[in-house]
């Protein structure tokens, strides 16, 4: 992984890229509603794979709760009699649009955040369009592994152009069939509660070992909402490895896991992880499930260059809070998402050290944020939704870096696991030197999960 310290018009292609065209990821698959025999909407809010309180109680049971489907079961042995298994098919077809772009404020051919590594600076108001069938062709296995232990393995590979995962631990992989992202849970009742026991390597986030929020990551919704998230754009838009305990039940959760980002992983990382605490609360606040969470990453993960096998440390400081509300109005689904986040600098100007989230190009730099989304349902089968996001980069010397973005956005469920979607993505940039730019996205895309 690159080392997390951007320069200026780095800063506004990580914004844009992160706020508009970030890859949603599907957890609510098939291969889950084999093994339980409940339809995908059981589980999630509106539409996959964003989770309702059954969702999160599947999640507590370490996705080991089955339905109908026979299990092979003997001493220290329980597990479906078939291999529950979802391949999923995305296609779509997306237009962007730059103007006021040059290459002396956007630097467009360094590859960060899931840029195209053949991209070139483009001059003012230019339109890029690509149609991308298939985008990608997963293949997700997922379920039970025993009584109190389940299993999420994406083995994710690229589309028709041969390229591989843009983000991710498959990332650079070509057209190569790799892991992409795993979970593994273990769980025990305790009382009345849940304790698990966690692991994970993904990009839905460093909070992967029990996440169960909507707002960012993994179950942030197909209606693009995690593109537009703070906490998503400043800290957890990369691969992450993470070992976690956790408690829980219907009212809320608390993680604490050892999380360290891909560049610090291998050799390089040794017992060295940072530190992140998680929480959620849920309410039901007039028969609306509301939640409030919380989050912070301190520490350091990796071992500096000087040190056998270490190839340079990063360090974290990354607080965030964030907040949802889900509930109908009449025969409509409403659900309400916000958050904001601060990451600062940490590095201190030591060479070799680098900041695990987007901070800025200096030492006591900081990066803060905040989006705000609504995304309604008011038919079985259609959805849309709003919202904005905001990012600023403040420098300790000079004008701090801007961008912020609006997008709109609409589902149409042809099956519970066939969706067409249109995202549109409007973001400004104002970078700390020179002129404003802007950059529209409109994205057409269809996923369907055998």
């Known amino acids: 992984m690159k080392k997390v310290i951007f320069s200026a018009a780095a800063f506004g292609m990580v914004a844009v890229s992160g706020m508009a065209l970030a890859p949603t990821s599907a957890e609510a698959i098939p291969a889950f509603a084999r093994q339980t025999g409940a339809a995908c909407l059981s589980c999630h809010f509106q539409t996959f794979p964003a989770l309702k309180a059954f969702g999160r109680a599947f999640k507590r049971n370490s996705f080991t709760d089955v339905g109908d489907e026979a299990l092979v079961e003997d001493d220290n042995l329980s597990i479906p009699a078939v291999l529950n298994a979802t391949v999923v098919i995305r296609g779509d077809y997306t237009n962007s649009k730059f103007s006021g772009v040059n290459a002396g404020n956007l630097l467009l051919a360094q590859t960060i955040s899931g840029l195209p590594a053949n991209a070139t600076a483009l001059n003012a108001n230019t339109s890029v369009a690509s149609w991308n069938i298939p985008s990608e062709t997963p293949i997700l296995i997922a379920g039970r592994l025993g009584a109190n232990t389940g299993a999420f393995v994406e083995f994710a590979n690229g589309g028709t152009n041969g390229g591989g995962a843009t983000t991710g631990p498959a990332a650079s992989q070509g057209g190569v069939m790799s892991v992409g992202n ?248 104002t970078p700390s030197v020179g002129t404003s730019w802007k950059k529209n996205d409109t994205i057409l895309e269809f996923e369907g999960l055998l």
Do not use: C
């Open 182 to 429: 795993w979970q593994l849970l273990n769980s025990w009742d305790v009382g009345d509660f849940k304790v698990g026991l966690g692991a994970h390597n993904s990009s839905f986030g460093g909070s992967a070992v029990f996440e169960t929020s909507n707002v960012f990551g993994q179950h942030s919704g197909k209606l693009g909402g995690g593109n537009l998230s703070a906490i998503q754009n400043i800290g957890f838009a990369n691969a992450t490895l993470g070992v976690g305990a956790w408690v829980g039940n219907d009212m809320g959760d608390i993680q604490l896991a050892l999380i360290a980002p891909s560049g610090a992983q291998g050799t390089n990382v040794g017992g060295k992880l940072a530190k992140l605490v998680r929480g959620h609360l849920f309410l039901d606040a007039g028969g609306w499930d509301t939640m409030i969470g919380f989050g912070f990453v301190t520490g350091t993960a990796g071992k500096p260059a000087t040190t056998p096998g270490g190839v340079g440390e990063f360090k974290a400081d990354l607080k965030f809070v964030d907040f949802q509300a889900q509930g109908e109005v009449g025969d409509m689904s409403i659900g309400v998402y916000a958050d904001y986040a601060i990451a600062k600098d940490k590095t201190n100007g030591v060479a070799g050290v680098a900041n695990m989230y987007n901070v800025g190009a200096a030492t006591g730099d900081k990066t803060t944020g905040y989006s705000a989304r609504v995304e309604v349902k008011p038919l079985e089968n259609v959805g849309v939704g709003i919202g904005i996001g905001s990012l600023k980069n403040t420098h300790q010397v000079g004008n701090p870096d801007k961008a912020s973005s609006f997008q709109v956005a609409a589902f149409y469920e042809v099956y519970q696991n066939l969706e067409l979607n249109l995202i549109y993505n409007s973001t400004k940039y």
